[in-house]
């Protein structure tokens, strides 16, 4: 099997694996508890901890269960921390659900949200964003790269057209941590990872925290600096600390990416919907008049692991947020396909990949001739 859907999740890298079994088994303590078993798991704790903070540059990691409590966090803790100040959010259209979830929450209980459209790249306005800016405006959260087709928001461009003005910018890096850097003049306020979608364990994230006033969502013990109670999981943070380690930027990708959209763009029945300045390690792709499920259904049967366009939409069978978003035409809207590389993609797998979906390519249009 080759599996190329990395941006619904990754394998987890045998050394993170490591390092959870070790912790597990030896830092069991509550490092909340303040006998010496405790104390020592604290330790490790925080030595996670501070190696992230010195990895992504922040004053502040607030450990969660994932991108999506991470994401509900910055969301939700900043809108209710500012409310005095403003009750106008900016987002995007394309953003990921536990983005746009949460916001639909806070819409209901009286905040504003702006939602930016993007272009057919998925792309945002520059414009429109100065022109959504308000007085009131609290909060932008706009994600680093879209896990559907990986277009990358401008970071530094949108940091500029924030300029002086108070609202938080917080940035779900899910898709892009440990893989694209973020410059110190344009990190932004609140930052999101998870730890799944790099080569580390499921239910598993973190919320990055510059200068930012949050509410907590989760109340209870207060650990967490009272931002997030329950008790820790340190060898979830020590093994998210060795994948962000681990993780680095892979030139490799964009070779592997460039050679794919020359060999797609060999059939005529192809679109290539990731933009090609995005990310290197997402490639959407649709053909004509095909749904994505049949295409991912026949390149399973040669033994290649793709999905519909995000693993969230791909089991309710409506088109994607993002898909609509960027106003793909009719007849390609239901034949969008994923194709996403993980740090254990091989060329070998590329080079497979070519020749079984050519095969599965024939199979489909064979299929529907007869
Ligand atoms: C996967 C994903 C999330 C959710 O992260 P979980 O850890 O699965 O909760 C959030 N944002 C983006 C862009 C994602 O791809």
Known sequence: MIYLDNSATTEPDPQVLETFVKASRRYFANPASLHRLGNEAEDLLESARSQIKDLLGYEQIVFTAGGTEANNLAIRGAAYANREKGRHIIS?????????????????????????????????????????????????????VNNEIGTIHPLSEIRSVLGRHRALLHVDAVQGAGKLPIGVQERPDLLTVSAHKLHGLKNSGLLAIGKAQLEPILRGGGQENGLRSGTVSVPNAAALAKALRLARPMPHHLEWNAELRTFFAGYKDIHIVSPADAAPHILALAIKGVRGE?????????????????????????????????????????????????????????????????KAHQLIKGVETT
């Open 92 to 144: 995007c259209k394309t953003e990921h659900p536990s983005v746009l979830e949460p916001l639909k929450q806070l819409a209901r209980e009286g905040f504003e949200i702006t939602l930016l459209s993007v272009d057919r790249t998925g792309a945002i306005d520059l414009e429109e964003l100065r022109q959504a800016l308000r007085e009131e405006t609290i909060l932008v959260s706009l994600m680093q």
């Open 294 to 358: 049949t295409l991912v259904g026949a390149l399973q049967q040669e033994g290649v692991i793709v999905s519909t366009s995000s693993a969230c939409s791909s089991k309710n069978k409506q088109a994607s947020h993002v898909i609509e978003a960027i106003g793909l035409p009719r007849e390609y809207r239901d034949g969008t396909i994923r194709i996403s590389f993980g740090a254990m993609t091989t060329y070998e797998d590329i080079s497979e990949l070519k020749k079984r979906f050519h």
